[in-house]
């Protein structure tokens, strides 16, 4: 069961993060995210309400989601514009890395916890593997210095972010209120920007106007809903077996990100870039396994 859900989580993230990057060549950055996580919003919501999960509320939890939240629309701004202007197969390794290696850090900054020798020799990999995505040194146009700084910024963020939600609560109902509540924030938060750049003369909308958001709101409400329903099926994952085993089979969705942006878009990358990514991949594996 552990390794069905965890591979679900893969599927699940993997698809969210190519929607989320392919919308993004559509539409403004901001737009996604609040959309996106106002679905994601509304379904946590009635979860939140059918659980009984207001229960679970203290102070820790709040500031954690709280928190956790601010950050989020952050991290997910940069993400989906590195997706939307680089290649995929290397950005989403790329920040999944940091997803893995921040909690990590923060274990051994806050509970003393040490890094064992696979984790070190995944550090290794890993930071080998990112300055060869970037494509330095194998001829031909590197990834773009922004992307990859957007890439890394999104990448910290994202371990930012589940360090958080780890640290706000250790029941199931109070993952489902955290994410509630991070939600509710990211929508705040992301919302307030979006408002703010208007004011200041950006439009909202692409040339074709609420028409295209309007056909877009499938698409939209999928990236939303794949990665509620992936942090649902992850905590069944980690409950029902070793955490080690969920925490490695989840990190794999960048393959499945990868994987959808060759056959769809057609994507394709150098053989150093490829070699890159791989290691950026196996490096957060072997995090996950320390």
């Known amino acids: 069961m552990t390794a069905v859900f965890a591979l679900a989580t893969s599927l699940l993230w993997g698809l969210a993060d ?26 946590l919501g009635v979860i939140v309400l059918a659980t009984g999960a207001w229960g679970e509320l203290d102070a820790r939890l709040l500031w954690c989601a709280v928190a956790a939240g601010a950050i989020g629309p952050v991290s997910m701004l940069c993400f ?5 202007v680089g290649p995929m197969g290397v950005v989403s390794p790329v920040a999944t890395l940091g997803s893995v290696a921040v909690p990590v850090a923060v274990g051994m900054a ?16 890993a930071v080998t593997g990112v300055v060869l995505a970037g494509g330095v040194g194998g001829g031909g146009a590197p990834v773009q210095q ?9 990448a910290f963020g994202f371990g930012a972010t589940m360090s958080l939600v780890a640290e706000a609560s250790t029941t199931l109902a109070g993952l489902f209120l955290t994410l509630f509540v991070q939600r509710v924030v990211n929508v705040l938060v992301g919302g307030g920007a979006l408002w703010v750049s208007v004011r200041r003369g950006t439009p909202a909308l692409p040339e074709e106007g ?15 809903l794949a990665d509620v ?38 994507e394709r990358l150098r053989a150093l870039q490829t070699a890159g990514a791989g290691l950026a991949l196996l490096g957060t594996v072997l995090l996950a396994s320390g």
């Open 18 to 43: 190519f929607g989320g990057g392919l919308l993004s060549k559509r539409l403004r950055e901001l737009t996604v995210v609040v959309v996106s996580q106002g679905a994601a919003c509304l379904v």
């Open 80 to 84: 989906y514009r590195a997706l939307a």
């Open 110 to 125: 806050l509970h003393g916890e040490r890094p064992g020798l696979l984790q070190a020799l995944g550090t290794l990999v």
């Open 146 to 154: 922004r992307t990859v700084l957007l890439t890394l910024i999104a």
């Open 210 to 224: 609420l028409r295209a958001v309007w056909t877009a709101l499938p698409a939209l409400a999928f990236v939303g």
């Open 229 to 266: 329903a992936a942090n649902g099926t992850y905590a069944v994952a980690a409950q029902h077996g070793p955490v080690t085993v969920a925490a490695v089979l989840a990190s794999l969705y960048p393959v499945v990100t990868a994987l959808a942006a060759r056959s769809v878009l057609q």
